[in-house]
């Protein structure tokens, strides 16, 4: 069996089938299931039951630079996969990536050199997503 991340935690775990998607904690199983419901609802409710992955879509400088900041506010990938409306599995890979790459090092030293400045990109985040 391959070595997996839990989608909740993050931390690595042994899944024992093929099909696991998060760790044998019990606040992962409880958190996997509050996501599942909620995911579950918003398909209802929109209904985008048709689709089966309807908050699968593509991840734009934009979408990185929103998660950097979230990301530097110290909110979970979690949370963050949450506000903005997006498959977890699909944005914990996208986020994995970010860090691993560099890439949320780098956009973070830019958001940073940027606010020292006095500029703020681009907008303050909470107004950005009221
Ligand atoms: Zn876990």
Request: aromatic share 14%; with cysteine; glycine share 2%.
């Amino acid at each position: 069996m391959n070595i997996r991340h839990c989608i909740v935690c993050q931390k690595y775990f042994i899944p024992k089938n093929r099909k696991r998607k998060y760790c044998y904690e019990k606040e992962c199983a409880i958190e996997y299931e509050r996501m599942r419901k909620r995911l579950e609802y918003n398909r209802k409710k929109h209904n985008l039951h048709r689709h089966p992955y309807p908050y699968i879509r593509e991840y734009t400088d934009t979408t990185e630079l929103i998660v950097a900041m979230y990301y530097m506010d110290g909110f979970s990938p979690l949370y963050i996969a949450n506000e903005l409306k997006r498959d977890y599995e699909d944005f914990s890979k996208f986020f994995n990536h970010m860090i691993s790459s560099g890439k949320m090092k780098k956009i973070i030293e830019m958001i940073e050199k940027n606010r020292k400045k006095g500029v703020v990109l681009p907008v303050s985040l909470k107004e950005r997503l009221i």
